[in-house]
């Protein structure tokens, strides 16, 4: 198994409902180890860049509404496998269809108010980590 590390936000509609630290604790419960985190509350030009890929969606407006409507915590996970581990505890990004006991389906308001974030591949993981996080920022543990 590959020690990896992925992104993921605890997006706007958590944050203000106080469940940072019932979704840190998913994380954590899940061998996920937190190696840098922080409170942003991004500009539209920080969303528009990180929802990039998304920008000719119909969605993308209300996605960049959401995403700047108020503080976020942007963190690195690392583990096993970690960005498949994460997307397994995230749930499918509808809420209605994610697997009971996973973030989305506990905690979520909506498919546009979905909670977390989480890095799709090892690829989108880098460019992301590199978006909010300097090298020097990334605290690996010793395990
Ligand atoms: P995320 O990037 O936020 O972790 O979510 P995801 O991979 O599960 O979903 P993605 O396809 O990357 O979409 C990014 C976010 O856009 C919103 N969305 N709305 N109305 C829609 O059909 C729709 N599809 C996607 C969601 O809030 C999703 O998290
Ligand atoms: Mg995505």
Redesign the pocket.
């Known amino acids: 198994m590959a020690i990896e590390r992925t992104f993921s936000i605890v997006k706007p509609d958590a944050v203000a409902k106080n469940l940072i630290g019932a979704i840190y604790s998913r994380f954590e419960n899940a061998g996920l180890k937190i190696v840098a985190s922080k409170m942003v509350h991004l500009s539209r030009a920080q969303a528009e860049g990180f929802?990039a890929e998304?920008k000719e969606r119909p969605?993308f407006g209300a996605?960049v509404d959401f995403m700047t409507s108020g503080p976020i915590m942007v963190q690195v996970l690392e583990g096993e496998n970690a960005v498949l581990a994460n997307r397994e505890i995230m749930g499918a990004?509808n809420p209605a269809e994610a697997a009971r006991g996973t973030i989305r389906s506990d905690f979520a308001n909506s498919?546009?108010e979905?909670a977390?974030?989480?890095s799709?591949a090892v690829a989108s993981a880098e460019r992301e980590i590199a978006y909010f996080f300097t090298e020097e920022e990334l605290c690996p543990r010793t395990r």
Do not use: E
Request: negative net charge; aromatic residues 16%.
């Open positions: 929802y998304h969605f996605l990004t498919i546009d979905n977390v974030h989480g799709d």
